[in-house]
């Protein structure tokens, strides 16, 4: 029915493609499966398939052959496939979890398969009833790992880093996605510019989940040291990032991360590249088309016989005139004209500075021009009910102790622990509450956010939706301009 082959080949025969479409609606995700299982043999390098063609011609060989394969855990080769096929079909987006539906109008896709095929029950494949538990199993570890993913993005949102990598390797070892790699990059990449310092801002370069935060301390080492730690970052970013492209080269994001990456190690081919990339993926994307005029800027100023600038400026420019440009293309218009010694930087820098940017930028804007102060925080309307104090120490905590708490403790550098109750998740390191996440926010809306914070919200961009800072203290993820949830840190 289905069988990889010795040159790295998978067959599937023709009635093994009637049986998993006979039921549409879950025929992309069984065939996933059905493939991934065979990729695994062939990634396992599994002696069945690399022997069985041979040996068909030989059929008094076969006998012999089988035996063989039962003495060489047989069974435990197929049930190492099936997971490895789970798992595939699941990094390529499948809902493989209805290959494990039962009810009275479905049997689970392995009891299905064994009674279409009319295959008896012999020493060399586990009953169709073990490969589903077995692989209801794996759907239950998956699941209880999950929260070390969005824990790892949301302390990458607050630059924390050195922390977020902890969560996002160990989620890497169960589930080795294209959104992990990429996500590991946005860290390296974030660790790059606080050793690059100002060098870092020279232009604005909006990659994803790198968003406002206040500016971190950018002098601890010399320069030479930075730009040393910063090119081992950036490195370690590109790597990440190609291998979420290896997985999917369509990834938006990682193409527009690789793009920026590559333009700050210098390699401009290769960022331009990248940003060709994202710009055919995205091609009404403001952030991306001012980016790529960036990187076409650097690209010519490496040529002596190739003058750029009249065209880049040109692009920034007509962008600029959008309702909706973005402040980076403002930014990178200002920086371009001060390169050409041109005036009309003053302008933009003034302009800027009455904006609600970034720390960074607003930092580095500011020596341009004088800032207007900041108005004094004001107080509230209202506050995000949170049922466990930030700081809380979790030893005596009455009510967490009530709580679903992660059955383990992985990560003993940091000692985490993660509760969940409900539509409210915390995070705690070394037995101190760190971040209360809140869901289910009764409809609130992104027009409803400015009453919870005494200061102008910031916006960042994240991969299918927005987030909304409040100073350091609060993020909202906004999907579809409703509030899915809120990060809550101690400022």
């Known amino acids: 029915?289905?069988?990889?082959?010795?040159?790295?080949?998978?067959?599937?025969?023709?009635?093994?493609?009637?049986?998993?479409?006979?039921?549409?609606?879950?025929?992309?995700?069984?065939?996933?499966?059905?493939?991934?299982?065979?990729?695994?043999?062939?990634?396992?390098?599994?002696?069945?398939?690399?022997?069985?063609?041979?040996?068909?011609?030989?059929?008094?060989?076969?006998?012999?052959?089988?035996?063989?394969?039962?003495?060489?855990?047989?069974?435990?080769?197929?049930?190492?496939?099936?997971?490895?096929?789970?798992?595939?079909?699941?990094?390529?987006?499948?809902?493989?979890?209805?290959?494990?539906?039962e009810d009275d109008q479905q049997q689970n896709f392995f009891v299905y398969w064994q009674q279409q095929t009319f295959q008896g029950v012999d020493e060399t494949h586990p009953r169709p009833e073990e490969r589903a538990e077995v692989l209801r199993m794996r759907l239950k570890k998956l699941l209880e790992i999950l929260p070390y993913f969005h824990f790892g993005v949301r302390l990458t949102h607050f630059k924390r880093c050195d922390d977020s990598l902890y969560f996002l390797r160990e989620f890497l070892k169960n589930f080795p996605g294209r959104e992990v790699y990429n996500n590991l990059g946005v860290c390296e990449l974030q660790r790059a510019r606080i050793a690059l310092g100002k060098e870092a801002y020279l232009y604005w370069l909006p990659s994803v989940l790198d968003v406002t935060t206040p500016l971190e301390d950018l002098s601890y080492a010399t320069k030479g040291e930075r730009n040393t730690l910063a090119k081992r970052f950036l490195k370690n970013a590109k790597e990440y990032f190609k291998l979420a492209l290896d997985m999917e080269p369509s990834y938006l994001p990682a193409n527009v991360n690789l793009a920026i990456t590559t333009l700050y190690l210098g390699e401009i081919y290769e960022a331009r590249a990248a940003i060709e990339k994202a710009r055919q993926l995205a091609p009404l994307d403001l952030d991306l088309q001012g980016l790529r005029s960036v990187i076409l800027y650097e690209e010519g100023a490496q040529s002596p016989y190739i003058d750029m600038w009249p065209y880049v400026i040109r692009q920034l420019e007509n962008l600029a005139l959008e309702p909706n440009a973005p402040l980076s293309v403002h930014y990178n218009i200002a920086r371009l004209l001060e390169k050409r010694g041109r005036t009309g930087a003053d302008k933009i820098w003034q302009k800027l500075a009455a904006a609600n940017l970034p720390a960074p930028y607003q930092s580095l804007v500011c020596e341009k021009t004088d800032c207007p102060l900041a108005p004094p925080n004001q107080y509230p309307q209202k506050t995000w009910p949170l049922p466990v104090e930030l700081g809380a120490d979790t030893n005596d905590n009455k009510t967490l102790r009530q709580w679903q708490k992660n059955g383990e403790v992985r990560l003993y550098d940091l000692y985490e622990e993660i509760y969940q109750h409900g539509s409210v998740e915390v995070l705690a390191l070394g037995e101190q509450v760190e971040m209360v996440v809140l869901k289910a926010l009764d409809n609130i809306t992104r027009d409803d956010l400015a009453d919870y914070c005494g200061q102008p919200l910031r916006q960042g961009r994240v991969v299918n939706g927005t987030l909304w800072s409040c100073h350091n203290n609060w993020t909202a993820l906004v999907v579809d301009e409703k509030v899915k949830e809120v990060w809550v840190v101690k400022k």
């Open 1 to 101: 029915m289905a069988i990889a082959l010795p040159d790295g080949h998978l067959v599937l025969s023709k009635k093994a493609l009637e049986i998993i479409y006979k039921n549409p609606t879950q025929g992309d995700t069984r065939a996933a499966f059905v493939l991934g299982h065979e990729l695994a043999h062939l990634a396992n390098d599994d002696f069945w398939h690399r022997e069985f063609l041979s040996v068909t011609k030989e059929s008094q060989l076969l006998d012999k052959l089988i035996k063989s394969y039962r003495g060489r855990n047989g069974k435990e080769k197929e049930i190492a496939s099936d997971d490895r096929g789970f798992i595939y079909a699941a990094m390529a987006g499948y809902p493989v979890d209805k290959l494990l539906a």
